[in-house]
């Protein structure tokens, strides 16, 4: 804030600028307009074309307060080839007196034939004193906010422009691309550019500039995706510079696991597993994303690796989202890996939400001595009391659902006399080439692309609530020939207490329905213990009909489900959907997926049901997904510490993208010192890492 603190700009103002974003003259320069309006032209009022946004000068012939059909201020302006009238429904008693009999005012909207002849309602109005001549640039409109408007900004930007940051403007608008690179990339000036947005000359292409592919907007678009691809880069390389335990595969503890599995590993498990072997013997931290479609069989993946780095003698620590998947990776690693420990005299650690004060403390304790080589939990794992003694590896289960923030909070947890952990995420939600290009580019990434032999895929069915019956029906059948279903009660977001109130009663009416079946119920506000009870009872298949809220949507699998029934599944996004139906089809037996639906539905909603119930593929599904919503929302709020673009478009920019990456190294490693004054125009303080 340093530049705009010494122009003369108010605490205020400032305020509502750090709003939008703006903490300097370079992301000042950067608040580009998102359209224009065309000032430059005066259109004859006789000649005004209907249906565009038009400018007209004139003379106030009338003016009066109108009550019929309602309040309204009504003009009508002259200009000597016609008259036209503007009209306001909503208006200040200062506008009245300003729109009297005479006055020139210049008009700025959409001429339409109306009630009294052609009109302006509620066009932009500007009193003429004296003659002031046209601009000679198309007016931009800029991203505003409350007391801070669209031409409050233009004036700050196009001091700004002028004058550069401290009066130095060939340094606020200096080109950062090296000649050379800019001539072969055909890419316009910086400093070209930035003028032309901010104020287009009256030729220029109005398709153009909407479009964003004016040559003016490429500049931009490429200068912010190769910002994005300079700090990905710069966050790899500065982990390759870390250091982590070298965690050797002795091979010891991770054979006889494989020998103890009643299934032999997939070759895509296997691939992935050595992919993550070799980054663990490597002195500096792995960063490395295990990426496979729900089922694909990660968990054994992971598991693996964890015994590599306790067969090193560093502890490790999973963490998943939710405490039912937390509970149940404890349960089974337990159940894993207690032939092996037990004899060694190792224990697994657990540490959840809602643990007593005395077994947390003792837990706490182990894992500080280091006497429990792995720690299993939440999102208890990185609180600050907890202390590793070695920390060797991180494991991150359903890493989407965590903030980059947790994630980060993990690490540091290995920082000190170890050094840093190695880290493992893994994620169901397949990422899109293009961004794993892009948000992705500063993780290794290892892909599950085959599921286990032996699954048959699930069908999917669309049905509309008014058939509840047949669902119902179908349900009966399947318990009685000894499957076990799932019944996922609708989402709602407005209110916890009310999907909880919602879940109970669809127990209690299922539980009427169904005399002759068991039914369990699972949902957030359960205990601990509670949920862990049914959630097991299930898997032991003492439980026939498992009602559930969508705690169940990540990671729980219980193979002998074969059927699931989501309620309103118009209410609930594609990942989601994705998630719930991949519960099921994890055995051999043929799985159905029941999504009842209420019409009527929005396009949207509809669009969304029309890709899950045409797909099963995860990837072909996110990459519907991201079309659908874009990627600021695709990623999801949670993962909001990461840059997001404003200007450059994935999907419609991909070769902007595949330039960017291509220049992004040759400028690390020929250009230090602009690719430095590069992202320090686009992060600002955020580039500090950035030391030469
Ligand atoms: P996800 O990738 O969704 O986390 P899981 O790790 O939960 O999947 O695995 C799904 C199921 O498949 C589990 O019951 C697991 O034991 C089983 N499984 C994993 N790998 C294999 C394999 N190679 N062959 C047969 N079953 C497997
Ligand atoms: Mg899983």
Not at 57 to 81: A, H, N
Not at 127 to 134: A, W, Y
Not at 543 to 554: F, G, R
Request: include cysteine; charged fraction near 25%; aromatic fraction near 6%.
């Amino acid at each position: 804030m340093q530049s705009l603190a010494t122009s003369p700009i108010s605490g205020t103002i400032r305020d509502k600028l750090l709003k939008l974003g703006i903490t300097d003259a370079s992301s000042l320069i950067l608040h580009l307009p998102f359209r224009y309006e065309d000032e430059t032209h005066l259109y004859p009022i006789s000649d005004v074309p209907a249906d565009r946004t038009v400018q007209v000068e004139g003379t106030i012939i009338r003016s009066e307060v109108m009550y019929r059909p309602r309040r309204q201020l009504v003009c009508q302006v002259e200009d000597g080839t016609g008259v036209l009238f503007m009209r306001f429904l909503n208006f200040y008693g200062s506008q009245i007196k300003a729109y009297s009999v005479g006055t020139r005012v210049r008009l700025l909207g959409e001429a339409r034939p109306g009630f009294f002849g052609v009109e302006m309602v509620h066009p932009k109005c500007r009193i003429l004193r004296g003659n002031e001549p046209l601009p000679d640039a198309l007016t931009p409109i800029y991203p505003s906010t409350a007391g801070l408007p669209s031409e409050a900004l233009r004036k700050l930007i196009s001091r700004v422009l002028q004058t550069g940051e401290g009066g130095n403007q060939e340094g606020t608008l200096c080109e950062t691309l090296p000649e050379s690179i800019r001539k072969r990339c055909q890419l316009q000036g910086f400093k070209d550019s930035v003028l032309f947005l901010h104020q287009p000359p009256p030729n220029a292409s109005p398709a153009l500039l909407r479009e964003r592919t004016h040559p003016a907007w490429q500049r931009i678009k490429f200068d912010e995706l190769l910002a994005q691809q300079l700090s990905m880069r710069v966050h790899y390389q500065q982990r390759r510079n870390g250091s982590a335990p070298v965690l050797i595969a002795k091979n010891d503890l991770t054979r006889a696991l494989l020998k103890l599995l009643p299934f032999d590993l997939t070759q895509a498990q296997k691939k992935a597993f050595a992919e993550i072997s070799r980054d663990l013997t490597e002195p500096h931290p792995m960063q490395r994303l295990l990426q496979g479609d729900v089922g694909s069989g990660k968990t054994i993946v992971a598991t693996l690796a964890v015994l590599q780095s306790i067969e090193n003698n560093f502890q490790a620590a999973l963490m998943a989202p939710t405490e039912i998947l937390a509970e149940q990776h404890y349960r089974k690693l337990s159940t894993w890996l207690a032939p092996l420990l037990e004899p060694r005299g190792l224990r697994i650690a657990w540490l959840g939400g809602n643990q007593k004060k005395k077994e947390r403390e003792t837990t706490l304790a182990d894992i500080a001595a280091g006497n429990a080589l792995l720690a299993i939990g939440t999102h208890a794992l990185f609180q600050n009391q907890v202390e590793f003694d070695r920390l060797g590896l991180v494991v991150i289960d359903e890493q989407h659902r965590f903030g980059v923030h947790q994630r980060l909070a993990l690490r540091e947890k290995g920082a000190g006399a170890y050094a840093m952990p190695h880290q493992l995420m893994m994620s169901a939600t397949p990422i899109p080439r293009t961004l794993s290009m892009s948000y992705y580019a500063d993780l290794d990434v290892s892909v599950i692309d085959e599921m286990p032999p032996g699954r048959a895929p699930v069908v999917t069915k669309l049905v509309a609530d008014a058939r509840r019956d047949e669902v119902t029906a179908r349900v009966r059948e399947a318990c009685r020939e000894g499957k076990q279903a799932y019944w996922v009660c609708p989402l709602i977001q407005e209110s916890e207490a009310l999907q909880l109130k919602t879940a109970l009663e669809t127990h209690q009416g299922l539980t009427g329905t169904f005399p002759e079946l068991r039914i369990g119920l699972v949902h957030g506000r359960l205990s601990f213990q509670e949920k862990s009870d049914v959630m097991e009872a299930f898997a032991r298949g003492e439980i026939h009909l498992l009602v559930a809220t969508t705690v169940i949507e990540v990671g729980v699998d219980v193979p002998n489900a074969s059927l699931m029934v989501i309620e309103h599944a118009e209410r609930m996004g594609l990942a989601q959907l994705h998630q719930l139906r991949g519960r099921i089809g994890r055995g051999a037996a043929g799985s159905v997926c029941i999504l009842m639906y209420q019409p009527p539905l929005s396009p949207n909603a509809r669009e969304r049901l029309k890709i899950i119930f045409e797909n099963t593929d995860g990837f072909e599904i996110a990459r519907q997904d991201l079309q659908l919503r874009g990627p600021g929302e695709f990623l999801g709020a949670r993962q909001s510490g990461l840059p997001m673009l404003r200007f450059a478009d994935l999907e419609r920019d991909k070769d902007l993208l595949d330039t960017a990456r291509t220049i992004a190294v040759e400028l690390l490693r020929d250009y230090p010192e602009a690719a430095k004054r590069h992202l320090h125009r686009w992060l600002g303080r955020k580039s500090e890492y950035l030391r030469a």
